[in-house]
Each structure stands twice: as structure tokens, then as C-alpha cells.
């Protein structure tokens, strides 16, 4: 089973810190036992053979990664594409070795750097074993992160061990080497015996033609890295390696970023995003907006929090030869901005378009741009032409791009998904599903030993402007006779109105919520509490509603007694930080909802969409409501509200409220378990380590409130604890436990 996008995310952006790893932190000890004359040939070999690495890997991410995202595809065809990619991998190492000998001719003081060199590449063979393109494409990043964080952390400790001298800096790529090739291998063990997949060599027939069908994607992948690498390599050429040394050092502390955002999550995105593409069911501009605002926020966070570290870890661990490093990384960081742009219109969506030559054409002009402006300013102006080439190509990249997108109708402003309340819900589909003339409307109401609150219910379903079609009540009480005898009176009291009463194995809020959306027979489904009086438009306006717009999520307006309608702009939406609005009565539209109100809301009800009800969530107060809003959110649907129709609702004694004011301690971490289970259940492991701090503030003054009834200094200081360990049992599906 594939697993959450963020889970994928978390594991990608582990294994490519772990790609990093090495540089990163081996670079302080590397500085200091190599001189910068070898320090700068380690870093000059690297630069050449990513190269030849990128020719290995031919941009499979992308290109079978693509091709595994189709869902026509059979087992036995994804064991041939996985035969064919790792045969084409391995057959390009080989063809690599004998172009990168010859080159080495042309290479300064190659005698004196030969087993630098030669140790490099070996890295090339690793990549070629490396099968990681397909669990990319199924989605399963997680199972293989632990194949990636042993081995690699074996060898990165071995850097500190068998390194010594300028005699022993060959034994730094080796190393490297080695610990991809062994998790490689680890990886491939894993597609073996968990996929079912089985290697097998194909013909050099079927090798010349991945090779061909894969060119395009190839060339981009060669490009995007040979235009921001050339520069490098000049500088080696037109300067000396000690420049080389200072300018990768800054390169390297500026690829944190994309090590920590841009690899995992583009990577990670790339086949979901290309089933939402290639499907027709999501707006390309909704999708191209959200996810570049979400990017970008994501980004310029990391940079806030570890750019003030960088001139730190730069004194502390580099010789003051490398004190140029520090502006070479801010020289990057408006780079790094242009990037995300650029790397969201190329990868996500054009190559998802299969426009692989658009993006070939742009990718050949950058590289050009940033060869010429480089080979023209490093002479002038050292390591800053460098940059001078990037921000060349960079920004024809960003011009090229931009005017594709708008030209095509793919790309367009809309600031309404650059607001953070609207990162927190998933994204809405845009399809016309296929609709039912004049479709039936059911009301469901589920009740439990409360008949005095029906008779003024039943007033305002008599006074409808538009009557229902069915009513479907899902009565719980446990006497068996009083069920029938309520049931005889609804029906009597509702003439003309066919009335249904579908049983359940044991009283639960959810399960009789779900059980009745189950039951209802129209397609148009509005759910109702039973203590409410409706306005006399209510079911006309649901109606008109749900048909106009029929992937809304709909909640309307909700009034209890006192309540005053108010322009409130924040409804229904649980804030990054822990913070809920409930605002239900408000004067205002909204949309981006983090929950519906459980009291009314309404939807239709496509074909293969299940409005489930998750029947473990416990307590009477927050309960259902955001876990059933973002279930629905991920199928589709756009959680919205309208301040129209208002519902007065009359909350009864041993209700919600009534439950809340006398065992406030038990209903808040019963609401905040509630909270964790589905954080859990939906992959938001982000958004339980952010909210936890407020839960923890939820709980002190939860504390001080219950202090004034709760006799005994040791219990309630143990409340934010209980509170906070609430919300995290909810997390691991653990039982609540009392205080």
C-alpha cells in the first residue's frame, strides 16, 4: 500500500540528507587534515564524475517514475520496466569508465590526483545499482529508509578513521562509494522480496530504446546540473583548486536546501502530482500556485533558521582561508528562491505533460547562458562570475518557463491558495461529475434519549419550502418498544415524507452518523442534529446548493440562543499552531474549512466517494468533525460555508456543553486524543509536533480553570502533562487512560 504524501516526504528528505551527510559533515574535518590544494581536487572530482553519475541515472526519476505512475500498469509489466532501467543503468556506468579515462588526460596534475579520480568514480557504479526510481514511483520511501541510514552511517563514520593525510584523500569517495553501493544493494533486496520483482539483463535492442525514449528526460536531468556545475569546473581551469575549495564549500551549505525542500518534496510530488494532472480532476493553476506557496514558505523558513548558524559553523570548523564561503552561500539564497520556480514548471508540470523537448530546449539555452557569462567573468571578478553565470541561466529559465505556463492556460494568479488557512485542507477537485437530474434529497438526523427536542424539528420540516424526499433517523435508544413508539409518532407526524430507521450494533455518535449516510437513498445528503429548528429554506437552499456546486462541502450558519449573527472571517478553520475558530455564526462566507459543523452540513454524493465516520474517536465534544471534513476534503470536496439559512440550535442538558462545563479536564483531552488520532490517520505528523506547544498552553489553563473545583495540589498540576499525553496516546492509537 503506497504510503501519505508527507510520510514519503519525511523519508525522501531524510535520504537525501543523508546524501548530503557526507559533505556536510565530513567537510570541517576534511578542511583541516587535507591541504586546500587536495581539498579542492576532492571537490573538483566530485563536481566531474556528478556528471557521469547523472548519465547512470539517465533522469529515471522522472522518466520511469512517470511510466510506474500509470495505473493500467501490471505487475509483470513494472518487473520489465524494472528490468530494463537497471540494465540501461548498469550498461551506462560501463560506457561512462571508458569516455571518463581519456577525458582525465585533460585534467591539471592528473598524475598527482590519479587515485582521487579513479575512487570518484566508483561512485558512478553505485548509482548505477542504485534502484531507488521505482520505490520513488510505487511510494514507498519509508520501507527503505533504514537500508539508507545504516550503511551510510557505518562509512561516514570510517571518514573520521581512516583519513589522515593528503596520502589518504582518495579514501573519502570511496567511502562514499561504498555506502551507496551497499544500500543499493540493500534496496534492491528490498524490491526483491517485498514487490515480487526479479532483475533479469534484457537485449542491447531493448537498451538502445529506453535509451531513446528516455533521451529528452535525460538531457534535462544532464543540463539542469551541468549548467549550475560548469562553472566550477572553469574555476578549477581559469583560477586554481584553493578558489575551488572556498566556492564549494559555500555551494555545499547552500544545498542544504535543496536537500531538505526541494529534492524530497519535488521528488515526492512528481508522481502524485502527475496523477492529479493527468487525471482532469484538479485545476493545474490551483495545483501550481498551492504547491509554489507552500514550497517557497517552506524554504525561506529553513533560511531564516539556519542562515544566522552558517557564519558560525564557518569560524568554528574552516581555516580563515575559507572566509569568502560565507558570501558565495548568500549569493545563493535569491538563487535558491528562482530554483523553486523554475524546478516546479519544468519537472512538475511540463515533463508530467510528457513536453520532455520544451523542457530539453530550455535547459540546452540555460546551459549556454551560464557557460558564456562564466567563461567571460571568472577571469574578471574569480568565484562571483560563477554566480554571474547562474543567475544568467537562472533567470532565462524563469522568463522561458513562465511565458510557456501562461501561454498555455496552465499558469495563472490565484492568491486565494497562498493563504495558509487553505495549505491545511486538501485540495478541491474541479471536474463535472457525472449528476442526477432532479436528485432525491435525504435529511438525516441520528438522536439518543432526547424525543422532547422532535416536536419543534418536525415543526420546521413541515414548513419547508422544498420537503425532503426521505428522512433517515437512526434512533438509539436501547428500549426497543420506546424505539418503535417514537418511530409509529415521526412517521404519523411527517404525512408524505417516506421515513427510515436503520438500526446499529451499540449507541455511537459516529457510527450512527455514518450508518445513516449509508442508509440515505438520495444523492444529495444533508445531516441534521436533532436539537435544531431549521429555517424555512433550509432544504431549498442545500438543494440549489449542492447542485450548483456539487463538490462543495456545505455547513451553513448556526445560532444558539443569544448568538448574534458577526462578520467574523476565520470559521470552522484549526490554525498550523493549534488554535480552532469556530465561528459558526458568522455574517461571512468562508472556505477552506478545517471542519464542517456537526450540527448541519451537507453534500452530494458522487459515485465511489465513502463518507465515513471514524467510529473510534471518543467523548462528546470535538469529535467527528474535522476528521470527517478531511476525509471528505481528500476525495475531493471543498469544505465551505455559507452564512445562509440559519439553523437555530437549542444544546440540551447532558449535551455537549453541559458535558464540557462539569468534567472540563476529562472533555478536553478526550478532544485533544481526538486530534492526534487524526493526525495520525491522515499523515499530519507536521502539524502534531507544531500544535503541540499551544496543546500544552491548552492544558495550563485548563488547569487553573479546574484548580477552582478540583481539591488537591498533585492532581491538577499533572493536567497540561495529561492534556499534551492525550493528545499523543490519540497519535499512536493508544487508549485515553484517566487522570
Not at 501550481?288 to 548558524?309: E, Y
Not at 491558495?417 to 441520528?446: H, T
Not at 404525512?495 to 449509508?518: Q, S, W
Request: positive net charge; hydrophobic residues 45%; glycine residues 6%.
Amino acid at each position: 500500500m503506497a504510503q501519505t504524501f508527507t510520510s514519503n516526504v519525511r523519508a525522501n528528505g531524510i535520504l537525501q540528507f543523508l546524501n548530503l551527510a557526507f559533505p556536510v559533515i565530513s567537510l570541517p574535518f576534511l578542511a583541516h587534515v587535507l591541504s586546500p590544494e587536495s581539498f579542492g581536487a576532492v571537490n573538483f572530482f566530485s563536481f566531474l564524475v556528478g556528471n557521469f553519475s547523472l548519465v547512470v541515472q539517465y533522469g529515471f526519476e522522472y522518466s520511469a517514475t512517470r511510466k510506474l505512475g500509470d495505473a493500467q500498469l501490471t505487475p509483470s509489466q513494472r518487473a520489465e520496466l524494472f528490468s530494463e532501467v537497471m540494465s540501461t543503468k548498469i550498461f551506462l556506468a560501463v560506457a561512462s569508465f571508458f569516455l571518463y579515462l581519456p577525458l582525465l588526460a585533460w585534467v591539471a596534475d592528473i598524475q598527482e590526483y590519479a587515485p582521487i579520480a579513479l575512487a570518484t568514480f566508483a561512485i558512478t557504479f553505485s548509482f548505477a545499482l542504485n534502484p531507488l526510481w521505482y520505490v520513488l514511483g510505487v511510494q514507498e520511501m519509508p520501507k527503505v529508509v533504514w537500508r539508507h541510514l545504516i550503511p551510510k552511517g557505518i562509512f561516514l563514520s570510517l571518514v573520521f578513521v581512516v583519513i589522515q593525510s593528503d596520502q589518504d584523500a582518495y579514501r573519502y569517495p570511496a567511502l562514499i562509494a561504498l555506502a551507496i553501493g551497499t544500500s543499493s544493494i540493500a534496496t534492491w533486496h528490498w524490491i526483491t522480496q517485498h514487490q515480487g520483482i526479479r532483475w533479469k539483463w534484457v537485449s542491447f535492442d531493448q537498451i538502445f530504446k529506453t535509451l531513446k525514449q528516455g533521451f529528452f528526460v535525460f538531457g534535462v536531468s544532464l543540463l539542469s546540473v551541468f549548467y549550475q556545475t560548469i562553472g566550477a569546473l572553469l574555476l578549477a581551469q581559469l583560477v586554481d583548486y584553493s578558489t575551488v575549495g572556498t566556492y564549494t564549500l559555500g555551494w555545499r551549505v547552500m544545498n542544504l536546501y535543496p536537500a531538505l525542500a526541494l529534492v524530497p518534496v519535488l521528488q515526492a510530488l512528481f508522481p502524485r502530482m502527475g496523477e492529479q494532472i493527468r487525471s482532469g480532476k484538479y485545476s493545474i493553476p490551483h495545483l501550481l500556485n498551492r504547491t509554489l506557496s507552500q514550497l517557497l514558505a517552506f524554504v525561506l523558513t529553513l533560511m531564516l533558521l539556519l542562515t544566522p548558524l552558517v557564519p558560525w559553523l564557518l569560524r568554528q570548523f574552516f581555516d580563515p582561508a575559507y572566509q569568502d564561503a560565507w558570501y558565495i552561500y548568500l549569493g545563493f539564497l535569491p538563487f535558491i528562491l528562482l530554483n523553486c520556480w523554475n524546478q516546479l514548471l519544468a519537472n512538475q508540470l511540463f515533463l508530467n505533460l510528457s513536453q520532455d523537448k520544451l523542457v530539453f530546449r530550455g535547459y540546452a539555452v540555460a546551459s549556454m547562458f551560464a557557460l558564456g557569462i562564466s567563461w567571460f567573468a571568472i577571469p574578471l571578478v574569480s568565484w562571483a562570475g560563477v554566480l554571474w553565470g547562474l543567475y544568467g541561466a537562472e533567470g532565462f529559465l524563469a522568463l522561458y518557463f513562465g511565458y510557456q505556463a501562461v501561454q498555455s492556460g496552465k499558469f495563472r494568479w490565484h492568491a486565494s491558495e497562498w493563504l495558509p488557512k487553505a495549505w491545511l485542507v486538501p485540495m478541491g477537485r474541479q471536474d463535472l461529475p457525472v449528476l442526477v437530474e432532479d436528485p432525491k434529497i435525504s435529511l438525516i438526523i441520528p438522536t439518543y434519549l432526547r424525543p422532547e427536542v422532535w416536536p419543534p424539528l418536525v415543526q420546521s420540516i413541515q414548513a419547508q419550502t422544498k420537503l425532503p424526499d426521505e428522512v433517515v433517523v437512526i434512533d438509539q435508544h436501547p428500549d426497543g418498544a420506546q424505539r418503535q413508539q417514537f418511530q409509529t409518532w415521526l412517521t404519523a407526524a411527517l404525512p408524505g415524507i417516506p421515513c427510515v430507521f436503520p438500526m446499529i450494533e451499540r449507541p455511537n455518535r459516529c457510527l450512527a452518523k455514518e450508518t445513516g449516510l449509508r442508509a440515505a437513498s438520495g444523492p444529495l445528503k444533508v445531516l441534521i442534529d436533532d436539537d435544531v429548528i431549521l429555517h424555512p429554506d433550509f432544504i431549498h437552499f442545500y438543494s440549489a446548493h449542492l447542485q450548483a456546486h456539487p463538490w462543495d462541502l456545505l455547513t451553513t450558519q448556526l445560532l444558539e440562543p443569544g448568538v448574534v449573527p458577526e462578520p467574523k472571517r476565520q470559521v470552522a478553520r484549526y490554525t498550523w499552531y493549534g488554535y480552532f475558530y469556530l465561528n459558526h455564526h458568522s455574517s461571512l462566507p468562508s472556505s477552506h474549512l478545517s471542519a464542517v459543523t456537526g450540527a448541519c452540513f451537507g453534500f452530494y454524493h458522487h459515485a465511489g466517494i465513502v463518507p465515513q465516520m471514524d467510529a473510534n474517536l471518543v467523548g462528546q465534544g470535538i469529535k467527528e468533525e474535522v476528521d470527517f471534513t478531511y476525509t471528505m476534503a481528500q476525495q475531493g470536496y471543498h469544505p465551505v460555508y455559507r452564512p445562509a439559512v440559519p439553523t437555530q440550535h437549542f444544546p440540551q442538558s447532558g449535551g455537549n456543553q453541559d458535558a464540557k462545563a462539569r468534567h472540563l479536564v476529562k472533555w478536553m483531552a478526550e478532544a485533544y486524543y481526538n486530534f492526534g488520532w487524526v493526525h495520525q490517520k491522515h499523515g499530519l505528523l507536521h502539524l502534531q509536533i507544531l500544535r503541540t506547544p499551544y496543546v500544552y498552553f491548552i492544558g495550563i489553563r485548563t488547569m487553573l480553570r479546574a484548580a477552582k473545583t478540583t481539591p488537591g495540589f498533585k492532581v491538577w498540576v499533572q493536567i497540561p502533562g495529561y492534556v499534551v499525553g492525550a493528545f499523543w496516546r490519540g497519535y499512536f492509537h493508544r487508549s485515553l487512560t484517566t487522570l
